[in-house]
C-alpha cells in the first residue's frame, strides 16, 4: 500500500490532488494539505460527487437531487425555495426521511454556525472507504446557512440525516442526545462539524469492535490543525493524547485530562447507554462520559493511525464556554474520584490552585481529604479549607489508607510527583493516581 504522507499513515490507494500532491483516495480531488490551506469562502464539498457516484453504496438519487449550481457552498436551497426549518412550531423536526435499513454505524454529527466548515467535514465522513452507516447531522439552533448546507447534502446522499433544533441558543448535549435517540446502528461515530476525517477511519476502527465485545470505545491519533494557529500547549496535549495507546495507558492517566478526542472516538452504542448517554453538567461533556465508561469497567482501544484531522480555530467552543475550563474538568474528576473512592479518604499532592480546586470539589461531595502534600517549605503548615499541607516525608508517615491523587498542572512536575510516589513504595492505580 502506498503511504499518505499528508497524514502520516498508511493509506488505501492514491491520487493526485488539485493542488499535485498526494491525495487519500481516487474519489476526492484535494488532500489534507489542500483543506488545511484552502480559505473558507472558496472550499466546495468534496465528498458531494463522489457520494452520487457511489452506486454500491446507498441510493443517492431522489426526486430533489441538487445538480451542481446547488450543491452547497453555491447555493442555498433554504434561499432559492425550500420551506426554512426554522418556522416549526416543535423543537426538533426530521428534515429528511431514514433509509430503510438500519445501517451498523450512525455518524453523531452536531453543527453550529459551521457553514464555513461543514461541507469539508461532511464531504470527508460520506467518502469513508466503509460506506455502511447513517449521518444524524444535527443543526444546533444556527444562525447561518449550516441548515441549508446540511438539507443539500441529505438531498445528494441518502445515508444522511437531519434534525433541526430551534431556539437562540446551542446546546451541544441536547444536540447529541437528540442523534444518538435517532440513531439506529449499533455502533455511534462521533464527528465535528469543523473536523477532517481520513477516509479510512471508520474501517480501521470497526473492525476493533466488531471482534472484541468487551470493548466500548476505539479511538484513533489526531492532529491538531492548521499548524500556524496551534499553540504550544495544543500540540503538547496531541502528543500527550497519541501516547496514550493502550487500555492500560488511558485508565491510567485519565484523571490527567480527556484521554480521548471526543470527534475521533467509535463508540458502542449500548455501553453509553448502559451509562446513560451524555449528561448536562457543569463541566465537558466528553471527559465525564469517558470517565463514568471507565468507572463501569468497560474498556477503550486505540488505532496507531492518525486519522483524524483536529481543526484549531478561536471560536471553538472548549475555549469560549466555562464548562470546558479548569473548573469544569476539576467538577468531572471529582464525580469520578468520589465513586471511586467509595468512603476511604483522600490525599492531594500539590496545595497550589490546581489542588485547591480539587479539594473544594471533593470537600462538596462528603469526601475526606486528609491533608494536602508539598514540597514547597513556603506552602507547608497552611491549612486551605481546614486541610493541612504536610511536607512529603510527613504526608508518607502519617498516611493511613488515603489514595493520593496528584494535583499539579505542569507535565514535568507531574513526572516528578510519579516517580516520588513509586520510590516511596505507592502503587500507581491503587494506592495513588495522576490527576490535573
Not at 455511534?188 to 473536523?195: I, S, T, W
Request: with cysteine; hydrophobic share 40%.
Amino acid at each position: 500500500m502506498a503511504r499518505w504522507a499528508i497524514l502520516g499513515c498508511s493509506g488505501g490507494s492514491t491520487s493526485t490532488c488539485a493542488a499535485g500532491r498526494s491525495s487519500p483516495s481516487p474519489r476526492s480531488t484535494r488532500c489534507a494539505r489542500c483543506i488545511e490551506n484552502t480559505s473558507t469562502s472558496s472550499r466546495r464539498p468534496s465528498g458531494l460527487a463522489a457520494a452520487s457516484r457511489r452506486g454500491s453504496a446507498t441510493p443517492t438519487t431522489t426526486s430533489g437531487a441538487l445538480d451542481s449550481t446547488t450543491a452547497p457552498g453555491r447555493g442555498s436551497p433554504g434561499r432559492d425555495g425550500a420551506p426554512s426549518s426554522r418556522t416549526s412550531s416543535t423543537r426538533w423536526r426530521v428534515l429528511e426521511r431514514p433509509v430503510a435499513a438500519a445501517p451498523p454505524v450512525s455518524v453523531l454529527f452536531p453543527a453550529r454556525n459551521a457553514a464555513a466548515t461543514v461541507d469539508d467535514a461532511l464531504g470527508s465522513v460520506l467518502e469513508q472507504t466503509d460506506p455502511d452507516f447513517e449521518v444524524i447531522a444535527v443543526d444546533d439552533a444556527s444562525s447561518d446557512d449550516t441548515l441549508d448546507r446540511l438539507r443539500a447534502w441529505a438531498a445528494r446522499d441518502r445515508r444522511v440525516r437531519v434534525l433541526a433544533r430551534n431556539g437562540a441558543r446551542g446546546d451541544l448535549v441536547a444536540a447529541l442526545e437528540r442523534a444518538r435517540a435517532a440513531a439506529r446502528g449499533a455502533y455511534l461515530l462521533r464527528m465535528d462539524a469543523d473536523d477532517f476525517a481520513h477516509p479510512e477511519r471508520l474501517a480501521a476502527c470497526r473492525p476493533l469492535l466488531d471482534a472484541d465485545p468487551a470493548l466500548a470505545a476505539v479511538s484513533c491519533l489526531v492532529r491538531s490543525f492548521p499548524g500556524a494557529r496551534v499553540r504550544p500547549g495544543r500540540r503538547r496535549y496531541d502528543a500527550w493524547l497519541n501516547g496514550l495507546r493502550t487500555h492500560e495507558a488511558m485508565a491510567r492517566e485519565r484523571f490527567v485530562e480527556s484521554p480521548v478526542a471526543h470527534p475521533s472516538v467509535l463508540l458502542r452504542a449500548c455501553a453509553v447507554a448502559a451509562v446513560g448517554g451524555y449528561r448536562r453538567f457543569a463541566g465537558p461533556e466528553d471527559y465525564d462520559l469517558w470517565l463514568r465508561l471507565f468507572a463501569a469497567g468497560a474498556r477503550f482501544a486505540k488505532v496507531p493511525r492518525l486519522l483524524l484531522f483536529w481543526r484549531e480555530r478561536e471560536g471553538r467552543l472548549s475555549r469560549r464556554c466555562p464548562r470546558y475550563g479548569p473548573a469544569g474538568f476539576a467538577r468531572a474528576r471529582a464525580d469520578a474520584f468520589a465513586r471511586l473512592l467509595a468512603g476511604r479518604p483522600a490525599a492531594l499532592l500539590g496545595s497550589g490552585s490546581a489542588g485547591r480546586r480539587m479539594a473544594r470539589e471533593l470537600l462538596a461531595r462528603g469526601v475526606r481529604v486528609s491533608f494536602f502534600v508539598d514540597r514547597d517549605p513556603r506552602k507547608v503548615g497552611r491549612s486551605p479549607y481546614g486541610v493541612p499541607v504536610l511536607g512529603f516525608e510527613e504526608a508518607l508517615a502519617r498516611r493511613r489508607g488515603e489514595v493520593v491523587l496528584t494535583a499539579v498542572n505542569a507535565w514535568g512536575a507531574r513526572a516528578a510527583a510519579r516517580r516520588g510516589l513509586r520510590e516511596a513504595g505507592l502503587r500507581e492505580g491503587r494506592d495513588f493516581f495522576l490527576g490535573g
